[in-house]
């Protein structure tokens, strides 16, 4: 089993900092893939960045220049930096991870989300 656990969310004012952290634990063989979404009240669930575990990364085009996302693999953790935060992104954000797992003797991939940490952008 693996778990993803959030921390790091609360209110902060508009041109405010935040910073998300995400742990995975669990039977974990390697981390593909992790990420953060995003969901606003009412709205679908976006992917807000993402780092791959060669280095890469990538970004929803409104945060770009403002979140940086990154990984500490031997933590097997992956923090959002979020600067000058904006009132409409007011949401609940997800952690996600691309998971590999032995099971019966080979390497499955799987998909794990966290339970999700509020973060309201707010004067």
């Known amino acids: 089993q693996v778990q993803l656990v959030e921390s790091g969310g609360g209110l902060v004012q508009p041109g405010g900092s935040l910073r998300l952290s995400c742990v995975a634990s669990g039977s974990i063989f390697s981390i593909n893939v992790m990420a953060w979404y995003r969901q606003a009240p009412g709205k679908q669930r976006e992917l807000v960045a993402a780092?791959?575990?060669?280095?890469?990364?990538n970004y929803a085009d409104s945060v770009k220049g403002r979140f940086t996302i990154s990984r500490d693999n031997a933590k097997k953790t992956a923090y959002l930096v979020m600067n000058n935060l904006k009132p409409e992104e007011t949401a609940v954000y997800y952690c996600?991870?691309?998971?590999?797992?032995?099971?019966?003797?080979?390497?499955?991939?799987?998909?794990?989300w966290g339970q999700g940490t509020q973060v309201t952008v707010s004067s």
């Open positions: 780092a791959v575990s060669g280095g890469s990364t």
């Open positions: 996600n991870a691309e998971v590999t797992v032995v099971v019966g003797g080979g390497p499955h991939e799987y998909d794990y």
